[in-house]
């Protein structure tokens, strides 16, 4: 009998997590052929607009797997236009393959949410159900308990041990517009990307204007993190009027200097590969501090900014000996912006107007001890931001 495995999603863009895991699947389910579906449109999860079409989504799939023996693409959930509901998926296939077993892959998320799908019965009744799990052990009795109550109602369910990849379709665009993503991408797909322009790969925002820099920088952030960097702009700017920095350099750190936050540790470090730059031992150990050296780095190479901001971004963590009143600026402002609802914010906010040098090694002093009391390193310059505050 032959053993056909079903791949959805939106593919948008297919990455090598997916690949990876359509491999994987071949091999642990022994599949005759894995046919890899691009959504239309997914029930559960909106494609951001000014993203791929779906025939590009499609096309970017057949260059991923190229070279994949056994892995195949259709296009009939495309075809089919409107929603994609899976049980339709399933039923076309059954038509098509009367004598084949079916696998349907999916997440755990997907596996534990699987009964507000569409006629899950349905896809039971044609499909034996396999979930990819990578084997966390927080997942681990959920999952068991969801097979048995799944097999009570009448399904088959494999687990395959699978090592997903840990990047996101979300994360992967952050790359493609950090020009980044190459790691990720199988050779074509990245080469189709590049040539259509999509996902920001070909833009070019050297030297924004104000607005579109916002507009472009929000994009590139988490949801729960934009209040903070416009705070952080905001207060930048009036630090900057009081003590006389230059206001424009002001509002765009603020405005960049969190921009790669939203990619963990691996990815800081992709990003810090990808750009060619020597780490040192602090930051191989604290790859989650490296937002302000990749911001940093985007800032210069992506946004075109000068100097005085690149530097400003670099050092707003940790601070620095020495620093250039624009650094002092964003470090503070970054601290004390209205978001910010920690006990001795006031003084500190007092301060920023009154004495920034003062607000500053406060700033320090508790970065600090908070570090301290959670038996947590030091970075060296913040040591060195310290101490030279103390000897001048
Ligand atoms: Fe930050
Ligand atoms: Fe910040």
Not at 32 to 48: F, G, Q
Not at 175 to 201: H, M, N, V
Not at 335 to 357: H, N, T, W
């Amino acid at each position: 009998m032959e053993r056909i495995g079903i791949y959805g999603g939106t593919f948008n863009p297919p990455h090598a997590g997916h690949i990876h895991a359509a491999k994987e699947a071949v091999k642990a389910l022994q599949l005759d052929r894995l046919l890899m579906v691009p959504a239309h449109i997914t029930p559960n999860k909106e494609i951001p607009e000014g993203t791929a079409e779906p025939e590009q989504r499609l096309e970017m799939v057949k260059l991923a797997v190229q070279d994949c023996p056994k892995i195949e693409v259709t296009d009939l959930e495309l075809k089919r236009k409107g929603t994609s509901y899976t049980y339709q998926t399933i039923l076309e296939l059954r038509k098509q393959y009367p004598k084949a077993q079916l696998y349907l892959l999916m997440g755990t998320d997907m596996f534990l949410a699987f009964e507000s799908w569409r006629e899950p019965d349905i896809i039971m009744a044609n499909a034996v159900i396999a979930v990819l799990y990578r084997g966390e052990k927080g997942e681990r009795d959920a999952i068991f308990a969801q097979k048995e109550h799944l097999e009570a109602r009448g399904g088959k369910i494999r687990i395959v041990k699978n090592q997903v990849l840990a990047i996101s379709s979300t994360n992967l665009r952050r790359l493609l517009a950090f020009q980044c993503a190459k790691p990720f991408l199988a050779e074509g797909t990245g080469a189709y990307i590049r040539e259509c322009g999509l996902y920001d790969s070909a833009a070019d925002w050297k030297n924004l204007p104000m607005e579109e820099l916002e507009r472009v920088v929000i994009r590139l952030l988490n949801p729960n993190r934009v209040a903070h960097v416009l705070g952080c702009r905001d207060t930048a700017m009036d630090l900057a009027k009081r003590w006389g920095a230059n206001e424009t350099d002001a509002a765009r750190a603020g405005i960049l200097h969190d921009v790669t936050k939203a990619l963990d540790g691996p990815l800081q470090l992709t990003l810090c590969r990808e750009y060619g730059t020597i780490l040192d031992d602090f930051g191989q150990r604290y790859p989650k501090t490296l937002h302000a050296l990749t911001g940093s780095l985007v800032a210069e190479r992506i946004f075109g900014e000068n100097e005085a901001v690149v530097s400003a971004i670099r050092h707003h963590t940790t601070g620095r000996a020495n620093m250039s009143l624009l650094e002092k600026i964003i470090y503070v402002a970054d601290y004390m912006e209205p978001c910010r609802k920690f006990q001795g914010v006031e003084k500190l906010r007092e301060l920023a107007y009154s004495d920034i040098d003062a607000a500053l090694k406060l700033g320090l002093e508790m970065t600090i001890e908070n570090l301290i009391s959670r038996e947590q390193e030091i970075s060296p310059e913040s040591r060195d931001a310290l101490a030279y505050l103390n000897n001048n």
